[in-house]
T-cell receptor
C-alpha cells in the first residue's frame, strides 16, 4: 500500500520562527511536491523536486525553501514564518513517468500566530 | 499560466441521482487528467484518471474526456450521501522548464441529499 507521511498533522508557530515540515514516501518515487491549500484558492504548488538535490519553483515559492537530501524525504522550510503562511500544507509524490497520479500525504495544518 | 476551471458549487443532488461534475482546461498540450475526491479536513484521494478521448468507467464513476473542446467531466451514478465531498479536477502537462506537473482546479463541492 502506497504511503506518504507528514511529520505533523497540526502545528502552531510564532511569527518569525523557522518552521520545518517533513514528508516521507515509501514508494521509491522520483518526484515530490509541496502544495498549500486555502479556501477559495485551491491547491497551489510551492516547490517540487524531481530528483535528490534537485528542486524547481512552483507558482508561489516566495517565503519558502526546500531540501531533498534523500530520495524518500522532502522538507519544506519557512525561513521566517508569517501569519499569511497559515494554511494546510500537502505533500505529494509521483513516479518518474510523469503522467502518473500524485499520491498525497495527510496534510499539516499550520497556524502562525 | 495554465488554468483549470471548475464550477465551485455547491452542487446538490438527491440520493440515487446522477451527479455531473465539469472541468475545462487551457493548455492544449495537456496529457493526463485526474479526478480527486477530498473529504473535509482530509487530503485528496484519486478516484479516476483518463488519458484518451472518450469515456472511462469504473463502478459508479465515469470520466469523459474531449480534448478538442478541452473538457473533462465526471459522472457519479446512484449518488450516495458518502459521495458528499469536494471533487478536484487535475490536468497534467509539461512546464516551460520541461518537468511534468499537475494543475488543479479549485474544486466542486458536492452534497448528496438523503
Amino acid at each position: 500500500d502506497v504511503k506518504v507521511t507528514q511529520s505533523s498533522r497540526y502545528l502552531v508557530k510564532r511569527t518569525g520562527e523557522k518552521v520545518f515540515l517533513e514528508c516521507v514516501q515509501d514508494m521509491d518515487h522520483e518526484n515530490m511536491f509541496w502544495y498549500r491549500q486555502d479556501p477559495g484558492l485551491g491547491l497551489r504548488l510551492i516547490y517540487f523536486s524531481y530528483d535528490v538535490k534537485m528542486k524547481e519553483k512552483g507558482d508561489i515559492p516566495e517565503g519558502y525553501s526546500v531540501s531533498r537530501e534523500k530520495k524518500e524525504r522532502f522538507s519544506l522550510i519557512l525561513e521566517s514564518a508569517s501569519t499569511n503562511q497559515t494554511s494546510m500544507y500537502l505533500c505529494a509524490s509521483s513516479s518518474r513517468s510523469g503522467v502518473d497520479e500524485q499520491f498525497f500525504g495527510p496534510g499539516t495544518r499550520l497556524t502562525v500566530l | 499560466q495554465k488554468e483549470v476551471e471548475q464550477n465551485s458549487g455547491p452542487l446538490s443532488v438527491p440520493e440515487g441521482a446522477i451527479a455531473s461534475l465539469n472541468c475545462t482546461y487551457s493548455d492544449r498540450g495537456s496529457q493526463s487528467f485526474f479526478w480527486y475526491r477530498q473529504y473535509s479536513g482530509k487530503s485528496p484521494e484519486l478516484i479516476m484518471f483518463i488519458y484518451s478521448n472518450g469515456d472511462k468507467e469504473d463502478g459508479r464513476f465515469t470520466a469523459q474526456l474531449n480534448k478538442a473542446s478541452q473538457y473533462v467531466s465526471l459522472l457519479i451514478r446512484d449518488s450516495q450521501p458518502s459521495d458528499s465531498a469536494t471533487y478536484l479536477c487535475a490536468v497534467g502537462g509539461y512546464s516551460g522548464a520541461g518537468s511534468y506537473q499537475l494543475t488543479f482546479g479549485k474544486g466542486t463541492k458536492l452534497s448528496v441529499i438523503p
